[in-house]
């Protein structure tokens, strides 16, 4: 028996023998006798009686018991022979077990208090690592560092070991995160549904400067947060035709009829509140085939057939966002959405309600909240369970559908506003097609009633489109069909209203409102700058991180001296630990004396990172051509974070640009190291956390009237960071909250953006009379950053002086006047370090906890259930 092993005594006490201060080993044959042959028996190191399954250890004997025994029966390893990996799985585990009671038991208070819930309908979930926010929740945090200790294992380096889960993308995956830990924090009863993308969007990588997607291969190690539950599949159906007949009753129905069907297999994931002893769910759906594999094709030698049943089912949760310039890639995305929001709606009936549940009763419930138009197929969906398999009739149905379904638009953009071709859609969804066009149909009667004779008014608020062709409009349905619609940022609300469905409206007194965005303080402050998060306590005590509003009471300490100083320490600490994730990651470093100018987001021409690289190329032209001195450049090192999507030719293109400049900028002797340009490659929540605290501008430059919110900017402004930016999404309560004096605004107003596309923009013109603006463009068109080959960024050049559809031209001039301001301000430390701490204090309105308590108040109606 080996020095790790481990045995059950009489009375069930679990005895490890670990390598932790081993006895000495013998020579003598008792060492290879079994344990019962033994004349004597070794004192294990921990031998304590084991806690209940899901009670925190009162010891951290009790943890290390737990540990080595899930690493060595879970794992199947000894603590000398386990890999970083196993060492990793069995802590996960260990901590898991400890939320795995308060699960089952929120569960089961749930089903039996029947109290609403929400439904939260979401493509993606940007989780980020989940050991680090387990251990919070669970207050496991300095057990579990002591205990490894004494297994002389360092908590940094497995934490460091989880690979973060591909379920997201980008500000919509993260806040749909930080929605379902907030409403876990607040006891509000909800399920999370989405999709268990095999390799979620993709690993980006860099060569010769160029974006290049690789598989995100996030299950390869294991996947110890989730739990499979197969017998719990559902069966989704495509394709097929409807047919119509006459029940028993003389009731005209329609049945569909499928062509084909795939399994949906759900995975569930806890999602712990903070140290409240709550645990909400997270369910996605992974695809597989219903008949996986045919023996009979196989034997007969035609190994491809016997499995293309399987290939083709399992690839609607193979990617996230499947490129779509296909018509391949549309029909899988329509796909992936039915297929999620069709399982989750049938968990939720089969599952989640008493058995005979009178579904009339649905509406007190549960509320289905739509994270933007992907899930909006679930309205048919729903309507056709009633009507088809509950056989309801149409009008009950309709109402019940109505007070079920709310949804939250996250765009302003209309290319981004989902439209299914009716080809398509009735092809692969052919009932749910006939059940659109009724719902339009009985709509566009109320219209016309209330608009008699206004043709031009019912052909704009049609669900269906008529050109460029025949086509389902997913916003329109949602708002006909929702109980409320809601923008993300006063701003967008407003524009929501004014701009984009402004007939639905008018039509609908009342069911527009707002709900600002929030962060999760647990994930994007306390995890990751526990610096600053200590300093804060320190300074208003306790129970900030669910109240974040407190932190008001850091105002005064503005104006203090000795906290100044501690928060310029904590900056500079961020830094530095940063530049240790950059040199291990990617070989490159952050010099703690530079201002960290940063802009992370996703790569789309609205964001501008254009504008920004204007800057920079600005920047170093007035080195380079003697403007001015190298010395008295306010040092800098701009980091950038950003993935394009596989089709978006021109996003690549901006990508290759960054970094052909910062090539050219980090090596030009000239610039004497004062100006850096860094793009780490494969931006996630994982490098977020250490972006973030150790920023000291922000960079939110959309074009005015074109971002919705924002996410970042709240989780910049919490960290210290000032913002540069338009009056765009949440900038402008940012600014409201911050003061004018403690953010630099530039940029057209939305108002003058509509006048000059109205006008006629014309961004050559920009170019020609601005002569700093025209030297960058000349510089990169010249060959400047691409050794000098005109031709390789000349469709970036060509983009910015013909086409600029969202104006970066037009705003140069007065964001360049805005970064001479804060470079000049950068320089007075102590004012600096002023207006940082009062973003810090005047921020607790972004908290996710409080746009949750605004949904319960305005849209859900659900309070918390204890």
């Not at 898991?96 to 993606?124: C, D, I, N, P």
Request: charged share 25%; glycine share 6%.
């Amino acid at each position: 028996m080996s020095d790790n092993a481990t045995t059950l005594n009489d009375d069930l006490e679990l005895e490890v023998v670990t390598d932790i201060d081993p006895a000495p080993a013998s020579t003598d044959d008792t060492d290879t006798a079994t344990a019962e042959s033994r004349p004597t028996k070794r004192k294990p190191t921990h031998a304590l009686a084991l806690a209940p399954v899901g009670s925190p250890p009162s010891s951290v004997d009790g943890f290390v018991k737990e540990f080595l025994r899930e690493l060595n029966f879970g794992q199947g390893v000894a603590l000398s022979t386990s890999t970083v990996n196993d060492q990793y799985m069995a802590l996960a585990k260990t901590v898991r077990h400890y939320l795995m009671a308060r699960w089952l038991e929120t569960l089961r208070r749930q089903f039996q208090s029947q109290a609403k819930g929400v439904a939260y309908l979401s493509a993606e979930y940007l989780l980020g690592r989940q050991l680090g926010n387990a251990l919070l929740a669970t207050g496991l945090t300095e057990i579990v560092e002591e205990g490894l200790d004494q297994c002389g294992i360092d908590l940094a380096d497995l934490r460091a070991q989880e690979v973060e889960p591909g379920l997201g993308n980008g500000g919509l995956g993260r806040l749909a995160a930080c929605f379902i830990d907030s409403l876990a924090t607040m006891n509000v009863p909800c399920v999370g549904y989405g999709i268990r993308y095999q390799y979620g969007i993709f690993r980006q990588t860099f060569v010769d400067g160029r974006q290049v997607e690789q598989p995100d291969s996030w299950l390869t190690l294991g996947a110890p947060w989730e739990f499979p539950h197969p017998e719990a599949a559902q069966t989704i159906n495509f394709g097929g035709h409807t047919e119509h007949y006459t029940d028993t009753d003389g009731v005209e129905r329609s049945r569909w009829v499928p062509g084909w069907k795939v399994k949906a297999v759900p995975y569930n994931y806890m999602v712990p509140g903070y140290q409240n002893g709550r645990v909400n769910t997270l369910r996605l759906w992974r695809s597989v085939a219903t008949d996986a594999f045919d023996l009979r094709i196989f034997n007969s030698g035609d190994y491809e057939e016997a499995v293309r049943a399987q290939t083709y089912a399992e690839n609607i949760s193979k990617v996230l966002y499947p490129e779509d310039s296909t018509p391949q890639g549309k029909e899988l995305r329509l796909q992936q959405q039915y297929f999620f929001v069709a399982a989750s709606i049938a968990d939720l009936l089969r599952y989640l309600l008493p058995k005979d549940y009178d579904l009339h009763n649905l509406p007190n419930r549960v509320i289905f909240q739509l994270n933007d138009t992907h899930p909006v197929i679930g309205v048919p969906e729903l309507m056709r369970v009633l009507v088809d398999e509950k056989k309801m009739d149409w009008d009950e149905a309709w109402a019940i559908t109505q007070q079920c379904f709310a949804y939250t638009c996250h765009t302003l953009l209309p290319e981004a506003l989902e439209v299914w071709p009716v080809e398509l859609l009735g092809r692969l969804l052919p009932r749910h097609l006939e059940i659109i066009y009724r719902i339009n149909e009985e709509f566009l009667e109320q219209v016309a009633e209330r608009f008699p004779g206004d043709h031009l008014r019912i052909s704009r608020m049609s669900i269906i489109a008529e050109f460029p062709e025949r086509a389902v409009r997913m916003a329109y349905l949602a708002t006909v069909a929702g109980a409320k619609v809601n923008g993300v940022a006063e701003l967008h609300s407003q524009l929501l209203r004014d701009k984009v469905l402004p007939d639905f409206d008018e039509f609908y007194p009342g069911k527009f409102t707002n709900v600002t965005n929030g962060v999760t303080p647990r994930r994007f402050v306390k995890l990751a700058n526990p610096a600053l998060s200590e300093l804060i306590t320190d300074a208003i005590g306790v129970g900030w991180l669910t109240d974040l509003e407190r932190l008001r009471e850091l105002e005064p300490y503005a104006t203090d001296e000795e906290f100044r100083e501690r928060f310029r320490e904590v900056k500079a600490h961020n830094k530095r630990r940063l530049n240790r994730v950059l040199e291990q990651r990617d070989g490159t470093s952050v010099d703690d004396t530079h201002m960290l100018d940063v802009m992370v987001k996703r790569l789309h021409e609205y964001k501008r990172q254009t504008l920004k690289l204007l800057h920079i190329v600005t920047e170093y032209d007035r080195i380079i051509s003697g403007e001015v001195a190298a010395a008295d450049i306010t040092p800098r090192t701009f980091i950038f974070g950003a993935k394009a999507a596989p089709g978006y030719k021109i996003a690549k293109d901006i990508i290759h640009l960054i970094n052909g400049v910062g090539s050219v900028v980090n090596s030009d002797p000239r610039v004497e190291g004062r100006l850096k340009v860094l793009f780490p490659p494969n931006y996630n929540v994982t490098l977020a956390e250490k972006v973030i605290p150790a920023a000291d501008l922000s960079e939110q430059i959309s074009l005015a009237g074109k971002e919705a919110s924002g996410t970042g900017n709240m989780k910049f402004a919490l960290n210290g960071a000032l913002t540069i930016g338009t009056d765009d999404g949440a900038n402008v309560e940012i600014r409201r909250l911050v003061k004018d004096d403690n953010f630099f605004l530039f940029g057209l107003l939305e108002p003058e953006v509509e006048d000059l596309y109205a006008r006629g923009y014309v961004p050559s013109s920009y170019y020609e009379k601005n002569e700093s603006l025209k030297r960058a463009i000349d510089l990169i068109a010249e060959g400047a950053f691409s050794n000098g080959d005109r031709d390789m960024y000349a469709s970036v050049v060509g983009n910015l002086l013909h086409e600029d559809r969202f104006m970066a031209l037009a705003d140069y001039e007065s964001y360049i006047e805005a970064q001479d301001k804060v470079a000049a301000a950068y320089a007075d430390t102590e004012w600096w370090t002023r207006a940082a701490i009062l973003n810090v204090a005047r921020c607790g309105f972004f908290s996710s906890d409080r746009s949750m308590r605004d949904y319960i108040d305005r849209i859900w109606h659900t309070p918390p259930a204890y």
